[in-house]
């Protein structure tokens, strides 16, 4: 049988790596997403294409997606196939924030709907990197970054005050107007403008008391005890794409984590 649109920039795997078949297949699909031949919500080649071009089994080629999918690198579709999953505001709310509005004892077994918030920018400077920055992003303290603080309302309050850091040499034409009239979220406008997708992030939380400055954002007293957290978004090959500071105000919110077990 002849498979139609077979992806010409795949080729046979040699299969003498030290790395199981399926984890040289995920990496070689991560390869192709990165290179950008397969944009955000663009379809993947059949199964049986890529399988064709990689030289490998279906159950192999499936191994390596269901990995994919479960990274949120990859989306299936049923009756439609596979695609690369799209940074939207449904999966910015499942996987990166993380602030929900505490309920009272009485409604501990109610499930809440997770609130969009209301994001302004009030911020926007290209600057040189602290050694923090540097250090996060791996680059040159001194090398241009850009520097943007947001902050983001829920329910009219202000909760969180956010500041971002991106590197000037990723995000290259990135302009303010650019940033702000987005149509959707900010790492949406990652990938779909400057073709990088984040895929995780790491974070780190610590007690501090408010600077004057972010307490004024927040609307609480200067010195106001407030949640810090550090996070560091990865792309492909645990390259950092940006580095964010949050502070959060937790009088009437909590910071939500939701673990899963792995085997």
Same mark, same amino acid.
């Given at each position: 049988?002849?498979?139609?649109?077979?992806?010409?920039? $795949?080729?046979?795997?040699?299969?003498?790596?030290?790395?199981?078949?399926?984890?040289?297949?995920?990496?070689?699909?991560?390869?192709?997403?990165?290179?950008?031949?397969?944009?955000?919500?663009?379809?993947? !080649?059949?199964?049986?294409?890529?399988?064709?071009?990689?030289?490998?089994?279906?159950?192999?080629?499936?191994?390596? +997606?269901?990995?994919?999918?479960?990274?949120?690198?990859?989306?299936?579709?049923?009756?439609?196939?596979?695609?690369?999953?799209?940074?939207?505001?449904?999966?910015?709310?499942?996987?990166?924030?993380?602030?929900?509005? #505490?309920?009272?004892?009485?409604?501990?077994?109610?499930?809440?709907?997770?609130?969009?918030?209301?994001?302004?920018?009030?911020?926007?400077?290209?600057?040189?990197?602290?050694?923090?920055?540097? #250090?996060?992003?791996?680059?040159?303290?001194?090398?241009?970054?850009?520097?943007?603080?947001?902050?983001?309302?829920?329910?009219?309050? +202000?909760?969180?005050?956010?500041?971002?850091?991106?590197?000037?040499?990723?995000?290259?034409? $990135?302009?303010?107007? &650019?940033?702000?009239?987005? !149509?959707? @979220?900010?790492?949406?406008?990652?990938?779909?403008?400057?073709?990088? @997708?984040?895929?995780?992030?790491?974070?780190?939380? &610590?007690? +501090?008391?408010?600077?004057?400055?972010?307490?004024?954002?927040?609307?609480?007293?200067?010195?106001?005890?407030?949640?810090?957290?550090? &996070?560091?978004?990865?792309?492909?090959?645990?390259?950092?794409?940006?580095? #964010?500071?949050?502070?959060?105000?937790?009088?009437?919110?909590?910071?939500?984590? +939701?673990?899963?077990?792995?085997?």
């Amino acid at each position: 049988m002849e498979i139609k649109n077979k992806p010409g920039h $795949l080729k046979p795997l040699a299969g003498a790596a030290s790395l199981p078949l399926y984890r040289q297949v995920k990496r070689e699909l991560q390869k192709i997403i990165e290179a950008g031949h397969y944009g955000s919500g663009k379809p993947l !080649p059949s199964e049986a294409a890529l399988a064709l071009a990689l030289q490998i089994s279906i159950g192999t080629l499936r191994h390596a +997606v269901d990995e994919l999918v479960h990274e949120h690198v990859l989306v299936r579709r049923q009756g439609k196939g596979t695609f690369v999953a799209p940074h939207n505001n449904a999966r910015f709310m499942f996987q990166f924030f993380h602030i929900e509005p #505490r309920s009272a004892p009485e409604d501990d077994d109610t499930l809440l709907e997770q609130e969009f918030p209301e994001i302004a920018c009030i911020g926007f400077a290209r600057d040189k990197a602290d050694a923090a920055e540097a #250090r996060a992003l791996r680059i040159k303290p001194g090398e241009p970054v850009f520097r943007i603080e947001n902050k983001l309302a829920l329910r009219r309050r +202000v909760v969180v005050h956010d500041k971002l850091t991106l590197s000037a040499a990723m995000f290259r034409n $990135l302009t303010e107007k &650019r940033f702000v009239e987005r !149509p959707s @979220t900010v790492y949406a406008l990652y990938q779909t403008d400057f073709g990088i @997708t984040v895929l995780r992030a790491q974070e780190r939380a &610590r007690a +501090v008391a408010a600077g004057k400055a972010v307490a004024r954002v927040l609307s609480v007293p200067d010195a106001f005890p407030v949640i810090e957290v550090h &996070r560091l978004a990865l792309t492909f090959g645990d390259k950092p794409v940006e580095y #964010r500071v949050s502070t959060i105000n937790t009088q009437a919110h909590d910071y939500v984590s +939701v673990l899963s077990k792995t085997s």
